[in-house]
């Protein structure tokens, strides 16, 4: 992705917002949707298929790439494990692990937060909902190289896949023999998954779990450190959570475009003409920066009732994962600026090196300095975190 997206997203709304694009990773003719009311209109249009209609994938697809009646099934096992009770029994367990974190490089003076923060959280909370062990986890470096080389690289680098695919069988085999309170004990119980497919449904759990909030979480730190007063506010308790974290979503959706869809018959978006079998992609960042959706769209402001956006979806593929990323959210930032609150950017902000895979935008890297701290901050329960 470019540093800028928006200048881009903004010419095609106005002048060219259902348009042909090139995309090497399908075949066939492929649109991009950029407009707020087409682009919503198209997450809840059945006619746009979630399942390729050719796969070309020899693996069972993910739960993000199939239609109903398997997608509604398969989501009603794994939406209990996302419910806003559920994820609340994480709290305790999530502020310990950004607590931890943050003290691992807190008397340091200066980190990497997206090397030593952003990526570790993320990775470690999703492994506690699925269940796994510590000493059964792969590094939080390793399950996101692994993944995004396996999903992204082209071409297709099938020992990397390979090495993914053996490292989710292991942990199913643990489950299988290390049964719990969790998904995967869960969907293994249900008896609605096959080995293979049961396998493809924790990696995408890995996946998907992690590789959104960690664009997310460094965006957010990103946010906050350009607009201290705004910060402020939301650290005082002045601005709501979940309020703000849907206009830093809108403003800075993680996934810019939806997963793809495929067009069942030939239908028209907007004045386009899309004929069945098209590829169409839905451009969630253009869409949430409409501005006959949101008036002034470029501007962060955390008291904007930014709900209307489409940052975790529409329609039936709406993220499962947003109680959970929300929760992630407000814990580790609240964290990280209460525990060192004079963070700031060790580089321009104009240095961000942007992007990590083709549909997500997020820093790279988010070099910081901030005042060498020693004391241990209190968790969640009241204990203190040992480095």
Aim: hydrophobic share 40%; with cysteine; proline share 9%.
């Amino acid at each position: 992705m470019t540093a800028d997206p928006y200048p881009g997203y903004a010419w095609l709304r106005e002048h060219d917002p259902v348009c042909p694009v090139d995309d090497p990773h399908v075949p066939g003719r492929t649109w991009l949707v950029t407009r707020y009311d087409d682009v919503r209109a198209c997450l809840a249009d059945r006619r746009l298929g979630s399942g390729a209609p050719v796969n070309p994938d020899p693996h069972p697809p993910g739960l993000s790439n199939l239609d109903d009646p398997q997608h509604a099934g398969l989501r009603r096992l794994v939406a209990a494990a996302f419910t806003p009770a559920v994820v609340s029994r994480l709290r305790d367990r999530t502020a310990r692990t950004c607590a931890h974190a943050v003290e691992s490089f807190a008397g340091r003076g200066r980190a990497d937060l997206v090397a030593e923060y952003t990526r570790e959280v993320p990775v470690a909370v999703v492994h506690d909902l699925l269940g796994i062990p510590e000493a059964e986890r792969a590094p939080a470096a390793d399950v996101l190289d692994m993944w995004y080389r396996a999903k992204f690289q082209q071409p297709r680098d099938e020992a990397k896949l390979s090495e993914v695919l053996g490292y989710v069988r292991r942990l199913v085999a643990y489950k299988r023999s290390h049964p719990g309170d969790d998904l995967p004990t869960r969907l293994i119980e249900s008896g609605a998954l096959t080995g293979d497919e049961l396998e493809v449904m924790v990696m995408t759990l890995i996946g998907a779990g992690h590789i959104t909030t960690i664009q997310f979480l460094g965006t957010t730190i990103l946010r906050l450190l350009g607009h201290p007063d705004q910060r402020a506010a939301l650290l005082d308790g002045d601005v709501d959570w979940s309020q703000a974290i849907n206009e830093l979503l809108r403003l800075d959706s993680p996934d810019h475009v939806a997963e793809y869809r495929y067009a069942g018959e030939d239908l028209t978006i907007a004045d386009a003409r899309v004929s069945e079998g098209d590829v169409v992609l839905l451009s969630l960042a253009a869409a949430n920066r409409d501005p006959n959706k949101f008036p002034d769209p470029d501007a962060l402001d955390l008291t904007r009732d930014a709900r209307p956006h489409l940052a975790l979806g529409h329609g039936a593929h709406t993220c499962l994962g947003s109680h959970l990323l929300k929760l992630q959210t407000e814990i580790a930032i609240t964290t990280l600026f209460e525990r060192l609150p004079d963070l700031a950017l060790d580089i321009p902000s104009g240095d961000i090196d942007w992007g990590y895979a083709p549909t997500f935008r997020g820093p790279k890297a988010l070099p910081v300095t901030f005042t060498p701290s020693l004391a241990p901050l209190p968790t969640a329960d009241g204990r203190v975190c040992a480095s």
